[in-house]
């Protein structure tokens, strides 16, 4: 697989309407258009805190998942906020992202941020 067909979409934003209207609309698109072979959601810093209190969001995480979305969040963020538990039972890989974001960038991934 072609770098080229990898995309990693950060999402740091804690604003709902960039995540409804902009973020997940792409990123699930990205996936299901097969825009891109793998495609990578990214949660950092606010936008775990609002994943986990909205029950919208939620259920778009859900569709993005089941369509084939890799999504990843920063265990730190997520410890920052109270929130890695919330976010591991809606099946969040909550882990140390520094490693894995320079290994991408590196790699010459696609890059968004939301």
Do not use: H
């Not at 538990?85 to 941020?113: C, F, I, S, Y």
């Amino acid at each position: 697989m072609r770098e080229a067909d990898k995309l990693m979409i950060i999402w740091s934003s804690g604003d709902r309407d960039v995540a409804l209207k902009v973020c997940f609309m792409y990123t699930n698109a990205a996936k299901k258009m097969q825009w891109f072979e793998e495609v990578y959601l990214i949660v950092w810093g606010p936008s775990a805190q609002l994943l986990s209190n909205d029950k919208e969001l939620q259920e778009q995480l859900k569709i993005m998942q089941k369509n084939g979305v890799v999504v990843e969040a920063c265990v730190n963020c997520a410890d920052m906020y109270g929130v890695s538990d919330e976010l591991k039972a809606l099946g969040v890989d909550v882990k140390g992202m520094g490693k894995p974001l320079t290994d991408r960038l590196k790699a010459n991934w696609k890059q968004l941020n939301f």
